[in-house]
């Protein structure tokens, strides 16, 4: 490669940056909050429960908020089951690779603990919403696009609002108490689908 002067670039000294470092920082700051909350979770403690040095950590994020932004941004949607083309199983696919994820990295008391932090620290919430809210809600949003688009809902589905009242089913069996466990997706999504599926032609 050449610099735009024409010159070759100078070699990078020191070390290759281990990456498996990084994930295992960024993975134990995702723990933390789950459990601990914003206000528990901070640079000395990530570090011992990663099992890096504090330099490590101080090298790589200059502050705690940095970290914790960069963090949330490890929650991207990940494993979003393909589509095969029947809205009823997307949909129920789509919302139990959401509760799966949720499970696995805590992520209910991770938004929950955001919350409680908003007023001091709104930034986070956006970096969820940007992560992880917003694009499941657009992959549910595709789904059903896409069943009215070939005759399975309503033509006149509001589909903002439907995806709302799906992903607000999880969050209000969770609040409540109610097993969200195998089978529980299935559930919701065929209680759905009965007054919403497009009338048979004829």
Same mark, same amino acid.
């Given at each position: 490669?050449?610099?735009?002067?024409?010159?070759?670039?100078?070699?990078?000294?020191?070390?290759? !940056?281990?990456?498996?470092?990084? #994930?295992?920082?960024?993975?134990?700051?995702?723990?933390?909050? &789950? #459990?601990?909350?914003?206000?528990?979770?901070?640079?000395? +403690?990530?570090?011992?429960?990663?099992?890096?040095?504090?330099?490590?950590?101080?090298?790589?994020?200059?502050?705690?908020?940095?970290?914790?932004?960069?963090?949330?941004?490890?929650?991207?949607?990940?494993?979003?089951?393909?589509?095969?083309?029947?809205? +009823?199983?997307?949909?129920?696919?789509?919302?139990?690779?959401?509760?799966?994820?949720?499970?696995?990295?805590?992520?209910?008391?991770?938004?929950?603990?955001?919350? &409680?932090?908003?007023?001091?620290?709104?930034?986070?919430? @956006?970096?969820? !919403?940007?992560?992880?809210?917003?694009?499941?809600?657009?992959?549910? &949003?595709?789904?059903?696009?896409?069943?009215?688009?070939?005759?399975?809902?309503? &033509?006149?589905?509001?589909?903002?609002?439907?995806?709302?009242?799906?992903?607000?089913?999880?969050?209000?069996?969770?609040?409540?108490?109610?097993?969200?466990?195998?089978?529980? @997706?299935?559930? #919701?999504?065929?209680?759905?689908? +009965?007054?919403? !599926?497009?009338?048979?032609?004829?």
């Amino acid at each position: 490669m050449v610099s735009i002067d024409g010159n070759s670039p100078r070699p990078r000294r020191g070390r290759p !940056r281990d990456r498996s470092k990084d #994930v295992a920082v960024l993975d134990a700051t995702v723990r933390l909050l &789950a #459990v601990a909350g914003i206000a528990g979770t901070s640079m000395d +403690r990530v570090a011992a429960d990663a099992g890096v040095s504090k330099v490590t950590v101080y090298t790589r994020w200059a502050s705690k908020s940095e970290l914790i932004g960069a963090a949330l941004n490890r929650l991207q949607v990940e494993h979003v089951p393909d589509p095969i083309g029947v809205v +009823r199983d997307d949909l129920v696919a789509h919302l139990d690779a959401m509760c799966r994820q949720y499970d696995e990295v805590g992520g209910m008391a991770i938004i929950g603990n955001c919350l &409680a932090e908003e007023p001091r620290s709104g930034e986070l919430l @956006a970096t969820i !919403r940007a992560s992880t809210l917003l694009p499941r809600r657009s992959l549910l &949003a595709a789904v059903l696009r896409a069943g009215v688009e070939r005759g399975e809902l309503d &033509a006149g589905l509001d589909v903002e609002r439907v995806v709302s009242m799906l992903l607000g089913s999880l969050y209000a069996d969770h609040l409540a108490g109610r097993p969200v466990g195998p089978g529980w @997706a299935a559930g #919701v999504i065929d209680e759905f689908l +009965r007054p919403h !599926r497009a009338a048979p032609p004829g």
